[in-house]
């Protein structure tokens, strides 16, 4: 049973940069995929990002992908998301995801869920 908390989320003007987190309660954090969602009010979910596991490159949507970057500290159990540029189309509910012994490759079957955090980008 994993727990995880998202934070750093907030009103921002188009073009400004924000910095996601998500600390987990993982007693093997360094196992977990973990990978970015997000949603928009009568919108499907969609894929924002991943951080594998085992060391390999991150994967990005093509939408955010040379904009937000994915990174982790294992020591901390967190993982990050750094959005720059923002959009008013990035404005959405940001959610983190753990995958166990997931891949970053793969956007689907993810076992845990935060909560969300609201990002409103204004222009």
């Known amino acids: 049973q994993v727990q995880l908390v998202e934070s750093g989320g907030g009103l921002v003007q188009a073009g400004d940069s924000l910095t996601l987190s998500c600390t987990a309660s993982?007693?093997?954090?360094?196992?977990?995929?973990m990978g970015w969602f997000r949603q928009a009010p009568g919108q499907e979910r969609e894929f924002v990002a991943a951080?594998?596991?085992?060391?390999?490159?991150?994967n990005y949507a093509d939408s955010v992908r040379g904009r937000f970057t994915i990174s982790r500290d294992d020591a901390k159990n967190t993982v990050y998301l750094q959005m720059n540029n923002l959009k008013s189309e990035d404005t959405a509910v940001y959610y983190c995801?753990?995958?166990?012994?997931?891949?970053?490759?793969?956007?689907?079957?993810?076992?845990?869920w935060g909560q969300g955090t609201q990002v409103t980008v204004s222009s």
């Open positions: 951080i594998s596991w085992s060391g390999g490159m991150p």
């Open positions: 995801a753990a995958d166990f012994l997931g891949s970053a490759v793969i956007t689907t079957g993810y076992d845990y």
């Open positions: 993982a007693r093997e954090f360094d196992r977990f995929t």
